[in-house]
């Protein structure tokens, strides 16, 4: 028997695939820079109009068995995957914040971020006005905490280090400042930015939303995600292109940085010191290896950091929210 308590999940799910559906939508069209509203959907090879039942979020992908109804061309499995991902976050916020003003405020963040996540991941950009209206979001959320705060669930005093409005603008500029100085010690090393301006403007963004007390917790999650998911693409990669010495290189380095730390204490002294000279001459060592790997190739190791903040900083909103 279907219990009633499953009727709302059930509810909030169909929802959230509607509003995955939705953002489909926005992630194609803010890519070719046409109208979200207008015109209605169509098929991107064949150019024919969709019909209704065409586009039911998952179940029109399954009965057109992923090819379009008219030129048979293959649908792309990424519509039902944002369609899906969209439909648990939607039901995961509602099991966390229930229906209140909050959750409005956290689900417009939350799809935001996987808008933009895709976008990226698609297309290595990301559009400015999405990251204006993530800071617009987070600013408004920090003025109604200062204004009204007995609308909002959370302990506004947990998040925001001062007066909410003021830590989320000081969020804002140090999400920022320390993307901008990051970037910019790429002219020291490579002679260009190490990345683009997209991931300053996330920055901003998420400092807004988060404010000055979290937004350098959540860059640093972001690092290690990255790291974590970097690492095994970087190894692969760096030994399908004959570098295997790098990728051996690479792994002993990390097992003796891991022993050292893990053993620092019981370790003799003479063999705590030499073991952390020989770690920093493979960091060089690698270093310089790496860069010029960087110089010379083409690098297709490169992935991009927006992924990773957004993803870091939808776990800090579902602990500290
Ligand atoms: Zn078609």
């Known amino acids: 028997m279907l219990s009633i308590v499953w009727l709302p999940i059930l509810f909030v799910f169909i929802v959230g ?28 090879k064949c150019g024919n109009p969709l019909k209704w039942y065409h586009n039911i979020p998952l179940l029109s992908y399954v009965f057109l068995r992923g090819k379009c109804a008219y030129c048979r061309t293959r649908i792309s499995i990424q519509y039902s995957i944002v369609e899906f991902i969209t439909a648990i976050l939607f039901i995961i916020s509602y ?39 993530l800071c617009g979001l987070g600013l408004l959320l920090s003025l109604v905490a200062t204004f009204y705060p007995q609308i909002l669930d959370f302990n506004i005093n947990k998040i925001y280090m001062f007066c909410p409005i003021l830590s989320s603008v000081s969020g804002l500029i140090a999400g920022a400042a320390v993307m901008e100085i990051m970037a910019r010690l790429g002219y020291l090393v490579a002679g260009k930015r190490a990345f683009g301006e997209g991931d300053s403007y996330i920055a901003a963004a998420l400092g807004a939303i988060l404010g000055i007390k979290y937004i350098l917790i959540v860059l640093i999650l972001a690092g290690i995600i990255q790291f974590l998911v970097s690492l095994p693409l970087f190894l692969f990669n760096t030994y399908r292109q004959g570098k295997k010495f790098v990728a051996v290189e690479l792994v002993l380095f990390l097992t003796l940085a891991v022993l050292l730390f893990l053993y620092s ?12 000279i020989l770690l920093v001459l493979m960091a060089m060592h690698l270093i310089r290896n790496i860069i010029s790997g960087m110089k010379t190739s083409n690098n297709n190791t490169y992935l991009p950091f927006v992924p990773a903040m957004n993803i870091a900083a939808i776990i800090i909103m579902f602990i500290i929210f």
């Open 17 to 44: 695939l509607c509003f995955g559906s939705f953002y489909n939508v926005v992630i194609l069209r803010g890519l070719s820079g046409e109208s979200i509203v207008f015109p209605g959907s169509k098929c991107p």
């Open 95 to 133: 099991l966390r914040w229930g229906f209140s003003l909050q959750v409005l405020f956290m689900l417009s963040i939350l799809s935001l971020f996987l808008i933009t996540i895709v976008t990226d991941l698609k297309e290595r950009v990301i559009i400015t006005s999405h990251s204006y209206i």
């Open 265 to 276: 204490i019981k370790l003799d002294k003479i063999v705590y010191f030499s073991g952390l």
